[in-house]
Nanobody
Framework: QVQLVESGGGLVQAGGSLRLSCAASGILFGIKTMGWYRQAPGKQRIMVASITSDRITNYADFVKGRFTISRDNAKNTLYLRMNSLTPEDTAVYYC??????????WGLGTQVTVSS
């Protein structure tokens, strides 16, 4: 049974930082490309960043230079370090597998709110 548990969100002022974590179980985490996604109110869920099993990373243009994705395969955990946050980063953040893997069941996500 796939389980993805995101944590680390919260309320932060603009310019601040947060580190998100995603504990994964029920998937072959070590061989999967994993990604962070976000969904802002009234908008579709979009990918923020991804990382392959070989730790090749890819970022959406709007987070390049500010966010860093990483993974610990021994702990089946995915991370997202977010710096220089802006109110536009406010969203629920989710983790899941990423292309070429089809995302499976979604977790509850973790809310990130950035105040101006």
């Amino acid at each position: 049974q796939v389980q993805l548990v995101e944590s680390g969100g919260g309320l932060v002022q603009a310019g601040g930082s947060l580190r998100l974590s995603c504990a994964a179980s029920g998937i072959l985490f070590g061989i999967k490309t994993m990604g962070w996604y976000r969904q802002a109110p009234g908008k579709q869920r979009i990918m923020v960043a991804s990382i392959t099993s070989d730790r090749i990373t890819n970022y959406a243009d709007f987070v390049k230079g500010r966010f860093t994705i990483s993974r610990d395969n021994a702990k089946n955990t995915l991370y997202l370090r977010m710096n220089s946050l802006t109110p536009e980063d406010t969203a629920v953040y989710y983790c899941n597998t990423a292309s070429p893997f089809v995302p499976g069941p979604w977790g509850l996500g973790t809310q990130v709110t950035v105040s101006s």
